[in-house]
């Protein structure tokens, strides 16, 4: 697993012996960004129109590994605190390093009224700021506290240094020395001024949003300080902290919800929703630079649907393994939720066209109507031919990423049948959602395609009362799959009959299983899944198989008759895999598939043995 072999790779490279020595290609182009974001080189050019690149961590962190694995001297001295701001302001847990004259003055520097302490207000600001959001993050939500630096800045407190940095950078949380294997202490920089900013006018509006993304980091490196995907281990081009970014933009908005900084950044997210939800780039004006961003969102949804503290579980499960596991955390919290990360993910997905004018603020995203509305991929507007395809997209999803492609309704009784076949995958599964759209009072759920094959049918009954219908095919899985996008095709058609209410008696479906939860005790104990058939069907191409939450196989099930109709004595599972174990306790799903036609349901086990 991806898992194992980064924890593998961390731990050498933290050993300082085998990992391979950074190419120097790599080590110049973490100079010449560090000098960028520090403003002693110009960085280059980008549309004026797009938003500020806003964040040095990503560099500072992969620059402190590579310095680490390769014990390379070029890389310290850029990785070093500032030596001229000769000011210091304290409280509490935080030291403010300043100074009062040059380019590294503060915003206001001659300004001392509130209070007229000798210490520029703005310096007051900045520390009564960086005091609140220690004691919100570490006392209100219950986060570890960043490493001690044993006395590095003059005393124990943490160090925030006032730095005039290069153009479109707001802040930086610099690693500095690894402790108990994989986390590290840290010291935060963050822009003087905010001059020629957005926020040039109102600096202090984009010190505290810094000041939250930025304290987040030194909060995360109190877990695991290199808690980030790559591509390949030697190029740090291809290193992907998106959870980094994406959490700390999230805390942002937990600590000061008036501000908004997050949603300059939605079009990068929403607009480019084919785009993997680990996307990454250290190209400055690149969408995926600014994506990690707007994969704040992410973690918006899990807070607004399951409460704030799901995403500290996260980032302590982060913390318990050396190297990239956020995909597992997620997988493991949302268990406890009766979710995971594929179904969760198929949810955000439809909460994320629920914005803009498509918001919902009683049922989605309570700051939806702010968001652009999400990347069309596809538009049917006429069911007059059928049936019509939905093969044509530029742009398919990559992993954990989605599709969204709408079908326009009319006053013609009936529904909408869909197929679907996504390409087989291997690693990940396809999740396929429809929505029946009606302002306030949408209705979704699962098409339930085949993870591994994508192929499965469903139907759309009266479509007349609904003003649009979405079809939204994801990829997910707790592998990282980069680089990759994943066809699919498919069908709409357009049936007269699809009105009144669906018979659950008939048909090709899974009905809710019993006892819920399964508690495994032993011999005997089984878990009884009640389905119906629309038809008699050869039981040689009839498939029942259960799977684990990632999609992975675990046994293949009988079925106790073939006949059509209701079958309340269901199929039986005694909570065992292919080996005869018993499984361990968390979601399944069991999935029906039999010519064109499939259906599946989740079931909670809880291992009692």
Partial sequence: MLKLSYVTILIMALSISVFAEPPEDAIEFFKSRMAEIKGEVPRPLIDADLPAVKCGTPV????????????????????????????????????????????????????????????????????EAFEYIWDYQTVTLGYTTPPTDFGRGGDNRYDVYLENLGAGFYGFANPEDVVDGYRANSFIAIENDFAGSYYAANPVDGMKV?????????????????????????????????????????????????????????????????????????????????????????????????????????????????????????ESVLGTRSSSLSDGFLEFAVWNFHSGNFADPANFYSEGALFPEVDIAGEIDSLDVFPMHISFLSNPPEHLAANYIIVATNSKPGGMRISFDGEDLSGASWYTGLIGYWPGESAWRDMGVGYSSGAGTDEWRNWDIDSLLVIIPTVSGLTPIHNRQFSFDGTVVYDPSLIGDTDLTKGFDLLPAYPSPFVITGGGSEINIPYSLDKRYNSELLDISVFDASGSPVVKLAIPSTSPGYHENGITWDGKNDNKRYVASGIYIVHMEAEDNSAHIKIAVVNGN
């Avoid at 409280?91 to 503060?106: E, S």
């Avoid at 919800?257 to 997050?262: A, C, F, G, L, W």
């Avoid at 996307?279 to 994969?295: C, E, I, K, T």
């Fill in 60 to 127: 500072m962190t992969a620059a402190k590994l590579y310095q680490l694995v390769g014990e390379n001297s070029t890389l310290l001295e850029p990785l070093d605190r500032p030596i001229d701001l000769p000011e210091t302001f304290g409280g509490d847990h935080i030291l403010v390093h300043y100074a009062l004259t040059g380019l590294d003055a503060p915003y206001q520097a001659n300004v001392d009224i509130d209070p007229a302490d000798g210490v520029p207000d703005f310096i007051n600001r900045t520390l």
């Fill in 210 to 330: 810094t000041a939250a993304h930025e304290f987040f980091h030194a909060v995360q490196f109190g877990y695991d300080a290199f808690e980030y995907d790559f591509e390949v281990d030697t190029l740090p081009q291809t290193y992907r902290p998106w959870w980094f970014e994406a959490s700390a933009t999230w805390m942002e908005d937990v600590i000061y919800d008036d501000i908004n900084d997050y949603v300059g950044y939605l079009p990068f997210f929403l607009g480019y929703s084919w785009m993997g939800l680990g996307s990454f780039s250290y190209n400055y004006g690149d969408a995926r630079s600014y994506h990690p961003y707007g994969a704040c969102l992410w973690p918006i949804y899990m807070t607004e649907k399951y409460g704030v503290d799901i995403v500290r579980e996260i980032w302590e499960i982060c913390g318990q393994t050396a190297g990239y596991n956020a995909l597992y955390a997620m």
